[in-house]
Nanobody, 114 residues
Framework: QVQLVESGGGLVQPGGSLRLSCAVS????????MGWYRQAPGKQRELVAS???????NYADSVKGRFTISRDNAKNTVYLQMNSLKPEDTAVYYC????????WGQGTQVTVSS
């Protein structure tokens, strides 16, 4: 059973930064495609960023140039560095692990507000 635990969310002012972490246990992290998704109230869950086993990355247009996804295979952890945060980035952020099956974390709240 694969388990994902997100951390790093919180309240930040517009223009600020946060770094989310997602620690994975129980799977073969190095071969998994990892992704960060978010869901704002009343909206569908959307892809924010993903990173392949080889390190190739993909970003939503709305976060390009502001967010960076990375992974540390030695620590079984994926990160999302979020800079220049905007109020519209407010959402619950979820980590996703995809290999032979997919697994999701419980989510972490990010609130961008003054």
């Amino acid at each position: 059973q694969v388990q994902l635990v997100e951390s790093g969310g919180g309240l930040v002012q517009p223009g600020g930064s946060l770094r989310l972490s997602c620690a994975v246990s129980g799977g073969i992290f190095s071969i998994a495609v990892m992704g960060w998704y978010r869901q704002a109230p009343g909206k569908q869950r959307e892809l924010v960023a993903s990173i392949s086993s080889g390190g190739s990355t993909n970003y939503a247009d709305s976060v390009k140039g502001r967010f960076t996804i990375s992974r540390d295979n030695a620590k079984n952890t994926v990160y999302l560095q979020m800079n220049s945060l905007k109020p519209e980035d407010t959402a619950v952020y979820y980590c996703r692990y995809a290999s032979f099956r997919e697994y999701w974390g419980q989510g972490t709240q990010v609130t961008v507000s003054s």
